[in-house]
């Protein structure tokens, strides 16, 4: 519609270029040729007044030149006369014809070339046109006639003129405008849309609807039902393929494949994705309403799985605009760009927030599981507001899965702990896994929580729970055996309580990633310019603005590291991009003012005016917009002091195709136990990181390609996709 309405615009705005210039050019004309026909007739009156007034004048008789001057003087358009002597001074002079009229120049203008002068001139309530003509006597001039005739019928006329084009103009757009508006629409818009909707199903394997185009559009048609043919061809041969493969685990996991996956096991049930954080956030903005996808590991891990098995999400809607966008049941298609699964949103009030998400997930368990230096706050104002949120969660779910066949429900993370417990309360028919996206600590760590008893209940109602590490299961299951009664299977690692039986499996996350088909292509630089980094080497980090990621811990190494090796000074600079976080925390807020005077303090001490060791950037940085600078990084620092996996360092692995790059990988986070080509460090240790810094950069180019070989191997054989599938398929195990 918007470009419907600009064509229109563009054709109306041409129209009225074009009638404007006429209108002008017709007025510019009218106004010529009406003064010089009043200029014409001034002088023929003043002509045949000049034979009458000079013998009088001579004669000295001024009372017979006022009896002229008076019975001419009364005539419409005849402002005012005067007879002046050879010294200016007036003789018969007309009543309307005041001494405020500037005469007495244009007198003396043509006595002294003895010629008649005119001009227009604005006076008093209208335009008059002056014309001063030498009166003769033997010869030499003894005086002038001066004419006024009112010019006012000119302006009126050109008035006339541009009233009546601006009321053509108007009705010509009107008319013009709806014909162009109607034929735009219904001869180009209405088939293009029709089109563009054919190619959107075809390019999501749904059944085209048939369109023949007419005239010039039949050739396109054609190509187009050629393609869709092809297409339709290409997608059975990729879907056999993908069904052949489903039981080869060697083989690389693919979306085509997941969905044959959810095909052969799932009867292409629907999937139910239950999170705090939503994939796509609406914000008002000056010039409308933009979408973004939020930093964090959940979004970038599930969103492509959603994206390939379809379904419908629920999450929190934080966006400023996220309520103007849905439908009246709160839901919106997604991606924006290619709708292929359904966000539901759920609104929560800032009371709710600041309870729920801020206080007791943030503030509580979030510091409780990381063994970050940082005391867990526990207000019971903020469990009720968490048990509170967690039961809004299971009544929305619970209002779309009504009348669905054993649902099939994903819950994610820690916001979420009691969920599942409440979905099986009300459908115990209903198949659900919990991934628990973060740490879990030790037994004793977790005893301190007041309200440890109903947190595992919860949790326990899933039928499987994941986590990242096998480590991690093992604390999970050594802490139910010490806070409440259940029966621990050890050797099927399940735990049944309140009789029913939870599976705990360790469940690797990743990200979507194939291995092949990426471009080898040069990245464009123009990033790094915009910066203002020009060095030989470059570092990078990416990280939520968090305390358990190490950014201060990471900054002290690089600090060690200039110390050590000054003559990298200039040489390298390390790219820090750090996505606000939990603003709302003072913990959160009080380490993002540490981490930007930290970065400032070393800037200080080592650079130089064309050069900073840290660039520092706080804000999110879209996926498309951080893979060139993934590639340009000749290394990645990733110095959590406590991470669950961490994807960060997966993506830094899937973006070097070229098999280039170093990661400098923290011990303490889930990914060192995949990615062995990684060089390890102690993210507490500055010395440790600074010589991996040199290490990574004096690393010989071999050495770089078979580290990173194999770090790409393994994200590539265990990609989210297979991450997704054998977490549903423990779900269809216990049928």
């Known amino acids: 519609m918007r470009q419907l309405i600009l064509i229109t615009g563009g054709v109306m705005l041409a129209i009225a270029l074009i009638v404007g210039i006429f209108a002008f050019y017709q007025v510019h004309r009218e106004k010529l040729s009406l003064s010089a026909d009043l200029q014409y007739r001034t002088q023929v009156l003043a002509d045949s007044l000049e034979e009458s007034i000079e013998p009088s004048f001579a004669d000295h008789a001024t009372s ?31 009543d309307a014809l005041s001494a405020e009229v500037p005469y007495s120049a244009l007198i003396t203008t043509a006595m002294d070339s003895d010629k008649p002068a005119g001009e227009f001139i604005d006076h008093g309530s209208g335009r008059v046109y002056l014309l001063a003509d030498p009166l003769h006597y033997e010869g030499r001039v003894i005086g002038a006639l001066v004419v006024a005739q009112n ?58 609807s048939e369109y023949r185009g007419r005239g010039f559009f039949q050739p396109l048609t054609s190509e187009i039902s050629k393609i869709s043919n092809n297409l339709r061809e290409a997608r059975l041969a990729a879907s056999e393929e993908a069904r052949m493969r489903l039981e080869k685990i060697d083989s690389p996991w693919t979306a085509e494949r997941l969905k044959e996956f959810m095909k052969a096991y799932f009867k292409n049930r629907p999937v139910y994705v239950v999170s705090n954080r939503e ?50 049941q709160d839901k919106i298609n997604v991606p924006p760009e290619e709708p292929k699964y359904t966000l539901k949103r759920v609104w929560l009030t800032e009371k709710e927030v600041a309870g729920y998400y801020d206080g007791f997930s943030n503030e509580a368990l979030w510091p409780l599981c990381h ?71 030790s037994a004793a760590q977790f005893s301190i929580c007041p309200w440890r008893a109903e947190l595992l209940q919860g949790l326990l109602g899933a039928d499987v729970i994941g986590f990242h590490t096998q480590q991690y299961c093992n604390n999970f299951m050594e802490t139910v055996g010490a806070e409440i009664e259940s029966r621990i299977d050890y050797e099927h690692f399940s735990i049944t309580h309140a009789d029913h039986r939870s599976y705990i499996k360790p469940f690797p996350i990743s990200i979507a990633f194939s291995g092949s088909g990426e471009s080898r292509t040069e990245p464009d630089a123009s990033a790094l310019a915009a910066l203002g980094i ?50 709302a925390v003072e913990k959160y807020r009080e380490y993002a003012a540490e981490v930007i005077a930290e970065a400032e303090r070393i800037n200080t001490k080592f650079g130089t005016r064309t050069w900073r060791p840290i660039v520092f950037q706080k804000r999110n940085y879209p996926h498309e917009e951080l893979l060139p600078l993934y590639r340009l990084a000749d290394i990645c620092l990733v110095t959590s002091l406590s991470d669950g996996m961490n994807i960060v360092s997966k993506e830094y692995a899937a973006a070097h195709d070229d098999e280039s790059g170093v990661l400098i990988l923290s011990k303490f ?12 460090v102690n993210p507490y240790s500055a010395e440790s990181t600074a010589a991996a810094i040199h290490r990574a950069l004096k690393m010989p180019a071999a050495e770089q390609h078979r580290r990173m070989k194999t770090m790409r191997n393994s994200v590539r054989d265990y990609n989210v996709y297979r991450w997704s599938a054998e977490l549903i398929k423990s779900l269809s195990l216990l049928n």
């Open 669 to 680: 986070t889930g990914a060192a136990r995949d990615l062995k080509g990684a060089l390890l």
């Open 534 to 583: 020009s060095s030989e080497y470059l570092g990078i980090g990416v990280d939520r603005l968090d305390y358990t990621k190490g950014i201060l811990e990471r900054f002290k190494g690089i600090e060690f590291f200039f110390k050590n090796n000054p003559d990298y000074c200039g040489k390298f600079t390390f790219l820090q991009i750090a996505a606000p976080s939990r603003e």
């Open 151 to 208: 010019a006012d019928y000119i302006t009126d006329d050109v008035y006339a003129i541009w009233r009546d084009s601006l009321v053509r103009l108007l009705i010509q757009l009107l008319l013009i405008g709806a014909a162009v508006f109607v034929l735009v629409r219904w001869v180009f818009f209405k088939p293009l849309q029709h089109l563009t909707e054919s190619i959107r199903a075809m390019r999501r394997g749904e059944p085209a």
């Open 371 to 441: 063994m970050a230096h940082v005391r867990p706050l526990f207000r019971a104002e903020d469990w009720h507001e968490y048990h509170k949120v967690n039961g809004l969660f299971a009544k929305k779910l619970l209002e779309e899965i009504r009348g669905v066949e054993q649902p099939l429900i994903l819950v994610q993370d820690y916001h979420l702990a009691l969920l599942p417990a409440l979905i099986k309360k009300s459908r115990p028919d209903a198949q659900v896994a919990l991934f628990w996206h973060i740490p879990w600590p």
């Open 279 to 328: 994939p796509y956030v609406h914000t008002r903005e000056t010039n409308g309403i933009s979408v973004s996808v939020p930093a964090g590991g959940v979004v970038t891990a599930l969103e492509p799985v959603m994206s390939a098995v379809g379904g419908m999400w629920i999450a929190h809607g934080s966006g400023s605009a996220d309520k103007e966008v849905v439908d009246a």
């Open 64 to 94: 017979s030149v006022q009896r002229i001057v008076d019975r001419i003087a009364g005539n419409e358009r005849v402002e005012g006369l005067g007879v002046f002597d050879s010294a200016g001074e007036p003789v018969a002079v007309s």
